[in-house]
Structures are given as C-alpha cells and as structure tokens.
C-alpha cells in the first residue's frame, strides 16, 4: 500500500492554483486573513478583574517541567518513550530552559505592568478630587 509521492508535482499544483486565482499578484494583508478563536481583544478596554485573574494564571503556569510522567498502557511503549526522551534530552531541555527563563520574565514585567496600573489609579483618584475640588473653587469665585 506504499504509494510513490510527488512533491514537487504537488507543489507545481499548488503554485498554479495560486496563480489561477490571482493570489500571485495581489498580497494578503493580515485583515483578509480570518482568524478563528482569537484571544485577542483589541478595544475592549482595561479590566482589573481580567487582568488580576490573567496575572494569576502566569504566576502559576510560568514554568513547566522537562520531566512529564511518561504514561501508557503498554510497557514497551512507555521504554520506548522513555528512550526517546534521553535521546532528545540534549536538544529538549535547554529549549524548556530558555522557555521557562522567558515566561518568568514576562511575568516579571507583567507584575512591573500591575505595580504601575496601580499607581495610576491613585493618580486618577487624586485627580478626580483636585477637579472637584478646583470646580468647587471656581463655583464660589
């Protein structure tokens, strides 16, 4: 049940579709393509609540584990796995190292992001009270 596979002759259908439908000549820009499930919630305005809930989950899942329980029924298939993993260990685990290094940074300056958020709500808040303040002020001028 092997079949021989052409790639190059798939490849060489691809091209020409895109060509038969002019794909070639106009690029795509990113608002053409669709996007499906996206997290991304651009103008919808800042949520203390979200972002809290959101900061808490990369506090709790900024790092993850090289060494994941090997699971499985079948005996053979959990040597076999565990074989692989030692093979790729070399190449895996610095990948998982630089991974963790990242996420740990970027919590770090989402918590920075927090501490400043923060802030400016106090500002906000002091702000709010010097306008009344100063509109009072004015109102007995």
Not at 33 to 52: A, P, W
Not at 58 to 85: E, M, Q, W, Y
């Amino acid at each position: 049940m092997s079949e021989n596979i052409n790639i190059e002759e798939i490849m060489k259908e691809i091209r020409q579709n895109i060509k038969d439908r002019g794909y070639d000549k106009v690029p795509v820009s990113f608002e053409e393509i669709e996007m499906k499930n996206s997290v991304l919630k651009i103008g919808t305005g800042y949520n203390s609540d979200e972002f809290i809930n959101e900061l808490e989950f990369l506090d709790g899942n900024c790092t993850t584990s090289f060494h994941v329980p090997i699971a499985g029924g079948n005996p053979i298939s959990v040597f076999i796995k565990k074989v692989i993993r030692k093979m790729t260990r070399f190449i895996v685990a610095p990948l998982v190292d630089f991974q963790n290094a990242y996420n740990v940074s970027n919590l770090k300056c989402m918590n920075q992001v927090s501490e400043y958020i923060s802030e400016m709500e106090k500002y906000k808040i002091k702000i709010e009270q010097l306008e009344k303040e100063l509109k009072e002020l004015k109102e007995k001028c």
